[in-house]
């Protein structure tokens, strides 16, 4: 099993169980965001704005916007849209909005938003599922993206996961036997 990760003022840094750290390379800093597009110049293509019938977006509350546009722009290869305010990133079929967390709003009265605070439990998580987990396994550790193990077989499916900058857990994973009705393993 890897390390265990916290976020530390500096950056995105795994921390090693017996709590020294290793810093990860500079991937997840803004500077390495391709240019930035101002909302008037962004095509309505690109906004989660359907004509009609629903999508679905994923919304996190974030303690550094750039750090974490960083992050899912180069690890997803995700298409910046809007830099902030809020954040939103396609990614494939989808896209991830983020912005920082707040206090209660006239919509959301008794609501405060904050990034995880315990990375020891976990309620959500994203589900990113790919054609190649071992190339997309091998890609991102050869950018220095920390997994928590390798892929694992599940018989189901082979799945692994990393988190973000903020500790958002983040299952990779991709349908083998379930493609066949082998369900996974308990």
Not at 12 to 26: K, Q, W
Not at 47 to 76: C, E, I, M, N
Not at 166 to 174: A, K, M, P, T, V
Request: proline share 10%; glycine share 8%; charged share 20%.
């Amino acid at each position: 099993m890897g390390p265990p990760f916290e976020v530390f003022g500096d950056g995105y840094t795994p921390v090693c169980e017996r709590s020294s750290r290793v810093p990860v390379p500079s991937l997840f800093r803004a500077a390495r965001v391709p240019t930035l597009r101002r909302a008037s110049t962004v095509s309505s293509q690109d906004l989660p704005a359907p004509r009609t019938g629903l999508v679905l977006t994923h919304f996190l509350t974030v303690r550094d916007v750039p750090r974490s546009r960083a992050f899912y722009s180069t690890v997803f290869g995700g298409q910046v849209v809007l830099e902030e305010n809020p954040c939103i990133i396609k990614i494939a079929n989808g896209w991830i909005i983020m912005n920082p967390g707040g206090g209660p709003t006239p919509d959301k009265p008794d609501v405060t938003l904050l990034p995880p605070e315990d990375r020891s439990h976990v309620s959500s998580f994203l589900n990113v599922r790919v054609a190649d987990i071992q190339g997309f396994y091998e890609e991102q550790v050869a950018r220095g993206v920390e997994f928590l193990t390798p892929p694992h077989d599940r018989r189901a499916e082979l799945r692994c996961y990393i988190r973000d900058p903020d500790g958002y857990l983040i299952e990779i994973g991709q349908a083998t036997g379930l493609l066949t009705g082998d369900l996974a393993d308990t």
